[in-house]
């Protein structure tokens, strides 16, 4: 009895922190998400050529949004990761549009693309109303991922896990669009 007792307990406590684990990472699975398939900001990006691109003609392709500054650790530390995601899915139909924040310097920003030869669309908010637009996005990195009929599937506060990144797109690029 005793030995059966002894064998119980060593499965239970293990069962039981695992049904703790699992009942919080739900809870905040529900509690952060972001409302399913909420319409993304009509804005237009000014680009540090100078082009303008309405967020309309994104339209049919699934688009990454990623709001980061040059003076941000975790920003400079992602856009690796960021350049191959872009390179792996660009070809599927994946637009990416980089924007630095309305405090990082407009020379710092092409300094940094030019040097790191960033391959995606790099835009300034001058402004900050394409951050404002975006839900009032003041923390960096933040990263917003958009079907192609321009609807919000998923924001990334921080770095994200480029693995669920990665499927996420899989998913979003499979998809085709409504209109």
């Known amino acids: 009895m005793a030995q059966?007792?002894?064998?119980?307990?060593?499965?239970?406590?293990?069962?039981?922190?695992?049904?703790?684990?699992?009942?919080?990472?739900?809870?905040?699975?529900?509690?952060?998400?972001?409302?399913?398939?909420?319409?993304?900001?009509?804005?237009?990006?000014?680009?540090?050529?100078?082009?303008?691109?309405?967020?309309?003609?994104?339209?049919?392709?699934?688009?990454?949004?990623?709001?980061?500054?040059?003076?941000?650790?975790?920003?400079?530390?992602?856009?690796?990761?960021?350049?191959?995601?872009?390179?792996?899915?660009?070809?599927?139909?994946?637009?990416?549009?980089?924007?630095?924040?309305?405090?990082?310097r407009p020379d710092h920003v092409i300094n940094f693309a030019e040097k790191h030869k960033l391959p995606f669309t790099v835009a300034l908010d001058s402004g900050g109303d394409i951050a404002k637009a975006f839900n009032d996005v003041t923390m960096t990195p933040t990263t917003f991922v958009i079907d192609r009929d321009g609807n919000i599937i998923k924001r990334y506060v921080g770095e994200p896990d480029f693995a669920a990144v990665h499927l996420l797109l899989q998913g979003a690029l499979a998809q085709k669009a409504a209109g």
């Open 4 to 104: 059966e007792n002894a064998a119980r307990a060593r499965w239970m406590k293990p069962l039981i922190i695992g049904m703790v684990v699992a009942a919080l990472a739900i809870g905040g699975y529900v509690t952060m998400r972001e409302t399913p398939l909420a319409a993304a900001p009509a804005v237009t990006f000014v680009t540090i050529k100078g082009e303008k691109i309405p967020s309309q003609s994104l339209r049919g392709k699934v688009v990454m949004v990623n709001f980061w500054a040059t003076s941000c650790v975790s920003c400079v530390r992602e856009m690796p990761q960021m350049v191959e995601t872009y390179n792996k899915f660009n070809s599927q139909g994946l637009e990416f549009v980089a924007v630095a924040m309305n405090y990082d």
